[in-house]
């Protein structure tokens, strides 16, 4: 479950850096 967490959070951090 935490490596999902993990997955969210690396993918909102890509996004906010693609702006």
Known sequence: ???N???L???TLI???LG
Do not use: D, E, I, V
Request: charged residues 15%; without cysteine; glycine residues 8%.
């Open 15 to 17: 996004a906010k850096n």
């Open 5 to 7: 967490f993990l997955f």
């Open 9 to 11: 959070g690396t993918s």
């Open 1 to 3: 479950m935490r490596m």
